[in-house]
């Protein structure tokens, strides 16, 4: 049975998974392949992935190729009610709806999960503690999963070295043809369309402070200096910071930057990066956003208890007083801005995410009974298909070694 706030939405939702479709065209390569072998014929699947328009058209293929799909969102604020709306009138079932309270969102993953799936495809990492805690009647029949981002990676590392993982699951967001585009362009690019969008203020000539320069960082800090943007990088880590220098940025402590940054985007997979000393240092009119998987990144709750008055400042935009008199502005409630305040990636990046999440299922389907469980890499014929896919697409042509070039690499 769907869970939807309002099926009348569907239309509206079908035109934005149709627009997504035509800018995704992996995809639809897979799906000439999946209609005419149905790979996945009489599998049931269980998805927890931010629900918008490319994932519609992940579930849409998977069911192309035989699959009986349970579709739901991965963090109550990225659900698009439309799009839910629109790809349960394609015959998904759908168990999602915005904004919905923590009870109800676990209600509508376990809904999903009631399905008892073969295949689940994770995106944080929620069905897997579902799967591992209330839901674990529905893990027995279980063959594999696959893992969208890098959060969801680490919290199954994490379950796989207490002995405490029930099934193989494929690290999707490690698979060259995710992160190296997804993380970095996706991110890059999607962070700051959904800051202007929602702000609508000049960036050009500001001080963006960017925390963590791994994929997602590395991303977001690129764009804003395209933006026009002095950008500072905070980090923990030594070789990235060094990176980050080499790459032209400002290197600094967020204890140092607090005081410098207009805009702040946290990418960091880690608690508290902002904190309440931070908060005392900040500009007046400073925005905060955060594009890291938990809304953990910005300690909102001390944020919110520091504050004399919070309040609606725009839509997804609180403005957080504070007894100084300084207004700090909160992005999506430190929810990942780009996915909660906008439209998340765009298609031909989730275009090539998908087809590897798409090629990691149907692998998983097969290889999933031998493999004991724990937390694999994606096989590399994955990443070699999906990037000739986009090559074609591109209409980009490149060289290939000759005899002679082959055996000269491999001389000693
Ligand atoms: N918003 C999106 O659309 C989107 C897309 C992909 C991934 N993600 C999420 O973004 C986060 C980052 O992903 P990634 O792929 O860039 O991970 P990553 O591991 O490549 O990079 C994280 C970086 O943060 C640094 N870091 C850790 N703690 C820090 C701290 N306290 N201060 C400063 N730097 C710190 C690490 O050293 C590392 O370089 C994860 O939560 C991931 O799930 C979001």
Same mark, same amino acid.
């Given at each position: 049975?769907?869970?939807?706030?309002?099926?009348?939405?569907?239309?509206?939702?079908?035109?934005?998974?149709?627009?997504? /479709?035509?800018?995704?065209?992996?995809?639809?390569?897979? /799906?000439?392949?999946?209609?005419?072998?149905?790979?996945?014929?009489?599998?049931?699947?269980?998805?927890?992935?931010?629900?918008?328009?490319?994932?519609?058209?992940?579930?849409?293929?998977?069911?192309?190729?035989?699959?009986?799909?349970?579709?739901?969102?991965?963090?109550?604020?990225?659900?698009?009610?439309? !799009?839910?709306?629109?790809?349960?009138?394609?015959?998904?079932?759908?168990?999602?709806?915005?904004?919905?309270?923590?009870?109800?969102?676990?209600?509508?993953?376990?809904?999903?999960?009631?399905?008892?799936?073969?295949?689940?495809?994770?995106?944080?990492?929620?069905?897997?503690?579902?799967?591992?805690?209330?839901?674990?009647?529905?893990?027995?029949?279980?063959?594999?999963?696959?893992?969208?981002?890098?959060?969801?990676?680490? /919290?199954?590392?994490?379950?796989?070295?207490?002995?405490?993982?029930?099934?193989?699951?494929?690290?999707?967001?490690?698979?060259?043809?995710?992160?190296?585009?997804?993380?970095?362009?996706?991110?890059?690019?999607? !962070?700051?369309?959904?800051?202007?969008?929602?702000?609508?203020?000049?960036?050009?000539?500001?001080?963006?402070?960017?925390?963590?320069?791994?994929?997602?960082?590395?991303?977001?800090?690129?764009?804003?200096?395209?933006?026009?943007?002095?950008?500072?990088?905070?980090?923990?880590?030594?070789?990235?910071?060094?990176?980050?220098?080499?790459?032209?940025?400002? !290197?600094?402590?967020?204890?140092?930057?607090?005081?410098?940054?207009?805009?702040?985007?946290?990418?960091?997979?880690?608690?508290?990066?902002?904190?309440?000393?931070?908060?005392?240092?900040?500009?007046?009119?400073?925005?905060?956003?955060?594009?890291?998987?938990?809304?953990?990144?910005?300690?909102?709750?001390?944020?919110?208890?520091?504050?004399?008055?919070?309040?609606?400042?725009?839509?997804?935009?609180?403005?957080?007083?504070?007894?100084?008199?300084?207004?700090?502005?909160?992005?999506?409630?430190?929810?990942?801005?780009?996915?909660?305040?906008?439209?998340?990636?765009?298609?031909?990046?989730?275009?090539?995410?998908?087809?590897?999440?798409?090629?990691?299922?149907?692998?998983?389907?097969?290889?999933?009974?031998?493999?004991?469980?724990?937390?694999?890499?994606?096989?590399?014929?994955?990443?070699?298909?999906?990037?000739?896919?986009?090559?074609?697409?591109?209409?980009?042509?490149?060289?290939?070694?000759?005899?002679?070039?082959?055996?000269?690499?491999?001389?000693?």
């Amino acid at each position: 049975m769907n869970i939807l706030r309002d099926e009348g939405l569907a239309g509206q939702g079908r035109q934005k998974i149709e627009w997504a /479709r035509a800018y995704m065209p992996a995809l639809a390569r897979l /799906r000439e392949v999946f209609l005419r072998e149905k790979p996945l014929e009489g599998t049931v699947i269980a998805t927890s992935v931010h629900l918008e328009a490319k994932t519609a058209n992940l579930a849409l293929l998977l069911k192309d190729a035989g699959a009986e799909v349970f579709a739901t969102g991965c963090n109550p604020l990225s659900t698009q009610d439309d !799009v839910a709306a629109g790809l349960a009138s394609y015959g998904v079932a759908v168990t999602a709806t915005h904004g919905c309270d923590p009870a109800e969102y676990t209600r509508q993953l376990s809904a999903a999960l009631s399905c008892s799936p073969h295949l689940v495809l994770d995106d944080g990492g929620d069905f897997a503690e579902l799967l591992h805690g209330q839901c674990s009647e529905y893990a027995a029949r279980v063959v594999g999963a696959t893992e969208e981002t890098t959060t969801g990676v680490s /919290r199954l590392r994490a379950r796989m070295a207490a002995g405490a993982l029930r099934y193989p699951v494929y690290a999707v967001n490690d698979a060259d043809m995710k992160h190296l585009f997804d993380n970095r362009y996706g991110t890059g690019e999607s !962070v700051w369309a959904a800051i202007m969008a929602t702000s609508n203020v000049l960036l050009a000539g500001k001080t963006a402070v960017v925390a963590g320069y791994g994929w997602c960082g590395r991303g977001v800090a690129m764009r804003a200096a395209g933006l026009g943007m002095k950008v500072i990088v905070t980090e923990i880590d030594a070789v990235k910071a060094i990176e980050a220098v080499m790459d032209g940025h400002t !290197v600094m402590t967020m204890d140092e930057a607090a005081a410098c940054g207009d805009f702040f985007v946290t990418v960091t997979g880690v608690r508290d990066v902002i904190a309440p000393r931070h908060f005392h240092k900040m500009k007046d009119g400073a925005i905060l956003a955060n594009a890291g998987h938990f809304d953990v990144e910005i300690d909102v709750a001390a944020l919110r208890s520091g504050s004399t008055r919070c309040f609606e400042q725009r839509a997804n935009i609180l403005g957080f007083e504070q007894p100084d008199g300084r207004v700090l502005n909160l992005i999506a409630e430190g929810r990942l801005c780009n996915i909660a305040a906008g439209n998340g990636h765009p298609a031909e990046i989730m275009d090539m995410s998908f087809a590897v999440q798409a090629l990691a299922l149907t692998d998983m389907l097969k290889v999933g009974p031998s493999l004991n469980p724990g937390v694999y890499n994606v096989p590399r014929e994955i990443d070699i298909k999906v990037s000739a896919y986009k090559l074609a697409a591109l209409g980009v042509g490149i060289d290939k070694l000759t005899e002679a070039q082959e055996a000269y690499r491999h001389h000693f």
